[in-house]
């Protein structure tokens, strides 16, 4: 690994914390200079994971919604 490698990797270790994990990933930046398929694959998984229990969560919620309306 390089020094401007492990500046990178210490930059999104940075950005994770100081941001937190979900807008890092989510807002602040796609990382392409990090040059990692299993990064990639992994942040994607995130993004993915984070997206289902946003709908999993709203669709209780809905749920719930419509057993009080009937």
Same mark, same amino acid.
């Given at each position: #690994?390089?020094?401007? +490698? %492990?500046? $990178?990797?210490? #930059? !999104?270790? =940075?950005?994770? $914390?100081? *941001?937190?994990? +979900? =807008?890092?990933?989510? @807002?602040?930046?796609?990382?392409? *200079?990090?040059?990692?398929? *299993?990064? @990639?694959? %992994?942040? %994607?998984? %995130?993004?993915?994971? #984070?997206?289902?229990?946003? +709908?999993? !969560?709203?669709?209780?919620?809905?749920? =719930? $919604?419509?057993?009080? *309306? $009937?």
């Amino acid at each position: #690994m390089t020094e401007e +490698e %492990l500046e $990178d990797w210490q #930059m !999104v270790q =940075y950005r994770m $914390d100081a *941001e937190g994990i +979900e =807008y890092c990933f989510k @807002h602040y930046s796609s990382f392409k *200079e990090i040059k990692d398929d *299993e990064f @990639h694959k %992994l942040r %994607l998984q %995130l993004l993915e994971s #984070m997206k289902k229990i946003r +709908e999993y !969560v709203q669709n209780k919620i809905d749920s =719930y $919604d419509e057993e009080i *309306e $009937d």
